[in-house]
């Protein structure tokens, strides 16, 4: 199995930043995504960021310029860097992998943006 441990979470004022990071380990062959989705209040979960093997990536129309994703192969670690934060990017953030056609989930970290 593939354990996923995420941090950075927090409680954060508008126009703030914050970093969140979400370690693979366990059984770890071949990694071919990794991302964040993100649930508020009484919404669906949505995809925030992604990033291929490759090194692609792809952002949610309402976080691009703002957000930045970015992976440590050697560490099986992704990361997304969150600035210029807004209320609405407040809810639950879950780290994502894909492996072998298999997705794993992290347990979600709280994000809460004050106005």
């Known amino acids: 199995q593939v354990q996923l441990v995420e941090s950075g979470g927090g409680l954060v004022q508008a126009g703030g930043s914050l970093r969140l990071s979400c370690a693979a380990s366990g059984s770890i062959f071949s990694i071919n995504y990794m991302g964040w989705y993100r649930q508020a209040p009484g919404k669906q979960r949505e995809l925030v960021a992604a990033?291929?093997?490759?090194?692609?990536?792809n952002y949610a129309d309402s976080v691009k310029g703002r957000f930045t994703i970015s992976r440590d192969h050697a560490k099986n670690t992704v990361y997304l860097q969150m600035s210029s934060l807004k209320p609405e990017d407040t809810g639950v953030y879950y780290c994502?992998?894909?492996?072998?056609?298999?997705?794993?989930w992290g347990q979600g970290t709280q994000v809460t943006v004050s106005s």
């Open positions: 990033i291929t093997s490759g090194g692609g990536t």
């Open positions: 994502n992998v894909q492996q072998r056609g298999l997705h794993y």
